[in-house]
Each structure stands twice: as C-alpha cells, then as structure tokens.
C-alpha cells in the first residue's frame, strides 16, 4: 500500500507536536540532540498496527552515535545508565553520509533503539507484521510484509538467528538477538529502520520513512497488553 505523504508539511517544520498524549518519557518526533542534524517534525503514526520490534522489557531509543560512548558522544562507556533512561529521542535523519529525500542533513536511516540492559545476544528482536524474510546480510535481516512494506533490522546477531531466507513470519516472531554486529565496534543496540514506497506530492518514491511516532505507539501498546511497567 502507498502511503501519500505531504513532504512539505513534515520537513523543516518549526513546531514539534507532541505524541502519546504529552507522555514525558517521549520527546517529540524531530527533536534530535542538538547539534547533530535536523529532524522530520512530524508525528503522523505511519503504521498503526505495527509490533514493537524488541520482545519485552524496557526500551531506550536514542543515538548510539551521539550518545555518552559513542563516535561524536560524550566520553563515557555507552552502557552508561544515561543511555539507558527516559526520555526517547528520535534519530531519524541524524548526520550521516545517506542522502534521503526527508532529510535535510544527510540522514540517518532509521531509529536505534537499546534494550533493556547492556547484555548482547541477550534481548530478543521480532516481526513488526506478518511478513517473509527476505533478506539475510552480514550485518541486518529485512521482513517484507504483504502490502510491501520492509522492516530492517541491523545489528542483530546473524551467526545465530531464529529465521531463514525466504520463511515466512508472524507478527512478534522472534528474529535474532540483539548485539553490536559491524565493521568496528559499537555500542549494543537495535537499529530499525522503515522502507516503503511514497507518494510526494506528484512523484512516486521508495524510500526510508520516519519509524519513531509508530514506535512510541507500538511500545505504549505492546507494554499495555503485557501489562509492564517501566520506570
């Protein structure tokens, strides 16, 4: 299914809305750290029926790379309790090398999100929808849904995955466990990210889109049915 976004209406926007009923544990979408690009100010839910993407237990979405540890953070270890505490900041766009259509400073992909502890190959990452595995790479595995929508995810343990090529999936299988699979060492985290194909305004694109108001719905609804509580 094409979604049909206003580019102009979600770029350089001034005024950051705020999400989940001005919940404090979420800042709103495009509010990156300062000094490391400029956000999609936009808080349009994309996939409403999306599952969060780590099993149970907290979650922290952040920038790895900005973060106390990380490549431009501060200097500290990156499983620093600061990286692992409220509130979510979205990183979609952050700078990078990637040139995206959303993004005004480069861009980052996706949305990099910590699990619950510092623990690698400990915390579970699974299917946002229905799909099938359609790709298996060295360092990320992609589910494509049905309505052609692909969920990525990076980093993940993939010598010991609990998916193959081509299987079919079901929303909330467990894909792999999350670690800091790369080139050089990073910190440990889920980077998620979102492709589908857009509509803007007359031109037809395939593209990554903002994930983080669809993750801070689906992570307030997975911890509703789950019934936990996190400080």
């Known amino acids: ?3 049909t976004l206003l580019l102009a209406g979600v770029l350089g926007a001034l005024a950051l809305p705020a999400l989940a009923g001005n919940d404090d544990r979420f800042l709103p979408p495009g509010a990156l750290l300062p ?3 400029s956000g999609v100010a936009s808080a349009a839910v994309l ?3 999306m599952r969060f993407p780590i099993e149970k237990g907290a979650a922290y979405a952040s920038s790895h790379f900005y973060g106390v540890g990380g490549q431009r953070g501060k200097a500290g270890d990156s499983c620093d309790d600061a990286n692992y505490a409220y509130p979510w900041r979205d990183n979609f766009c952050e700078l990078r090398k990637d040139n995206l259509p959303f993004c005004l400073s480069g861009g980052h992909q996706g949305q990099d999100l910590r699990p619950a502890t510092c623990r690698a190959n400990f915390h ?3 299917a946002a929808d229905d ?3 359609v790709q298996i790479a060295r360092f990320s595995v992609t589910l494509q849904t049905a309505a052609g929508t692909l969920y990525r995810y ?3 343990n993939t010598s010991d995955l609990a998916v193959r090529e081509l299987q079919p999936v079901a929303r909330g299988a467990r894909i792999g466990r999350i670690s800091n699979n790369w080139i050089d060492k990073l910190p440990i985290h ?3 990210d979102v492709k589908d194909t857009i509509k803007v305004g007359q031109q037809t694109l395939v593209t990554f889109v903002p994930p983080y108001a669809s993750l801070v719905e689906s992570y307030i609804q997975r911890n509703k049915i789950q019934g936990e509580q996190h400080e």
Request: proline content about 5%; overall charge neutral; cysteine-free.
């Open 1 to 3: 299914m094409m979604k």
């Open 154 to 156: 990076v980093h993940l």
């Open 190 to 192: 889920l980077h998620f």
């Open 47 to 49: 996939y409403p029926d």
């Open 124 to 126: 579970w990452a699974v």
């Open 131 to 133: 799909g099938v595995i």
């Open 35 to 37: 000094g490391s690009g």
